[in-house]
């Protein structure tokens, strides 16, 4: 039997590997979907969430959160102790490097003779317009919606203590997609700081060649403003009755 935090691991690995796996597949040399298009992007994350979630409860976790920013919310509304939202944020973060490599394996004929800007977002977020207070903001804003969407789904009100489990995950993978198609453009839509910063040091230890630096002087945006719409959501939702 599975803990929890492994499920953790195991499911934020799924969500990277598919994740990180699409954009490498859209932007990377020769590759058969190079230049699919953001339409390919949002799609593509909306699985990888969905998988990564039904990978996650498969192994062991109960919540499937995938996601330190869901974690805190869920943290500051009494679902996890301390101790155990802190497993399970590593584990998340583990879990992202992990995915990356897997990534990183799986295109190894692709990454020479690739852009640097192409091969850094393979693995991370970054800015449409670099403007660090406009890209903080939307990031802010899309994980907001991000927290308070899940919670909706998840609503009684909503689901009446009738639908599948399954339903509920399957809808927040449509929601990853709609935040992606409505404020993803500016910022490539972090909103998971496990997402941005476990592939990020992946791109930073791994021997590709022609890489270029990692943008940590942007980094804090998709990893601080993630935690921070999650602030903002919980407070919203506890007002709302939502948490």
Not at 211 to 218: E, F, M
């Amino acid at each position: 039997m599975h803990s929890t935090v492994f499920g953790e691991f195991f499911g934020t690995m799924v969500l990277i590997a598919f994740g990180d796996g699409c954009v490498a597949n859209l932007v990377l040399k020769d590759t058969k979907g190079n230049g699919a298009g953001w339409l390919h992007v949002n799609w593509a994350w909306c699985w990888a969430v969905i998988m990564g979630a039904f990978a996650a409860q498969a192994t062991g976790s109960a919540g499937a959160d995938l996601n330190p920013a869901v974690t805190l919310a869920k943290l500051m509304a009494g679902g996890y102790t301390t101790d155990l939202a802190v497993q399970l944020m590593g584990a998340q973060f583990v879990g992202a490097f992990v995915g990356a490599v897997i990534v990183y394996l799986a295109y190894l004929n692709h990454w020479e003779g690739s852009d640097a800007g192409s091969i850094l977002g393979t693995f991370t977020t970054g800015p449409a317009r670099r403007n660090y207070v406009c890209n903080f903001i939307t990031e802010v804003i899309a994980t907001f919606f991000l927290v308070t969407g899940i919670m909706c789904i998840f609503s009684p009100h909503v689901t009446g203590g009738l639908s599948a489990p399954w339903v509920g995950i399957v809808m927040v993978g449509g929601l990853i997609y709609v935040i992606g198609a409505a404020l993803g453009g500016p910022t490539g839509y972090s909103l998971n700081p496990a997402r941005d910063f476990g592939p990020r040091v992946a791109h930073a230890v791994l021997p590709i060649p022609g890489k270029g630096g990692s943008d940590w002087g942007y980094a804090w945006v998709g990893t601080i403003g993630p935690w921070c719409g999650a602030v903002v959501a919980f407070y919203v939702c506890r007002a709302l009755g939502l948490m």
